[in-house]
């Protein structure tokens, strides 16, 4: 059985060396196609969830990707928290909920800046993105548009009983009562913009040769290239 694990917050695949560079655990569609790819023939797949959410654009990849997933089962398994972007990849399979995690499913938010023009163009574009997001949450318990943006509105926070009352889970981990039922989207955790922009246009000016040299060292070393 191949695994996936789904912990931190959910990022873009061009900022995963920045992550891994401090050492902070996160989740790109680059790292986990990597899993995908691997994957040999009629091989079941498992996904652990424990995250606060991050990049909708990334977590909309993520899920499309393990849902398209064909060659064998695949069920998840939330273990701590499914914030946010991490509650909409929860929702690309069979999936189950620790007793003592927690859901959280909310509005896409954004930060933007301009004049009344610019504010009333990214209000639209944030409805237009709530909507896109709501329907991992009816093609999985078949709620209607209106309930599902209505439960994103009121930020609601669900235990595993909560979620599969909701349909929004297939059952709890350790328990038989399972029940069969037929884009920034995050919460925390996230390592802040102004950062992730320093790191990325001072990339080569702010490390060393001596230090990209060792990075490329140990890279090697792990496998990682």
Known sequence: M????????IISSAQQWIYDWFGIEATSPA???????????NEDLEIEINSCGG?????????TAIRAYGKGNKKANIVGSAYS????????CECYMSPTAMMMIHQVSCSTQGNSDDMDKMSQV?????????NAYIAKCGMSMKDALKMMSEETWLTAQQALDRGLIDGIMFENSNRNMQLNNSFGGLIPQEVIEKMQNQRLNNLSKEKLQNK????KLKGGI
């Open 216 to 219: 490329l060292y140990f890279l």
């Open 126 to 134: 944030l409805k237009v993105a709530d909507q896109t997001i709501a």
């Open 85 to 92: 972007a991490g509650s909409v990849i929860a929702m690309a």
């Open 31 to 41: 790292k986990v196609n990597k899993v995908l790819d691997s994957i040999i023939e």
């Open 55 to 63: 990049d909708i654009s990334a977590g909309s990849e993520i899920y």
């Open 2 to 9: 191949a695994k996936i694990n789904i912990k931190g917050p």
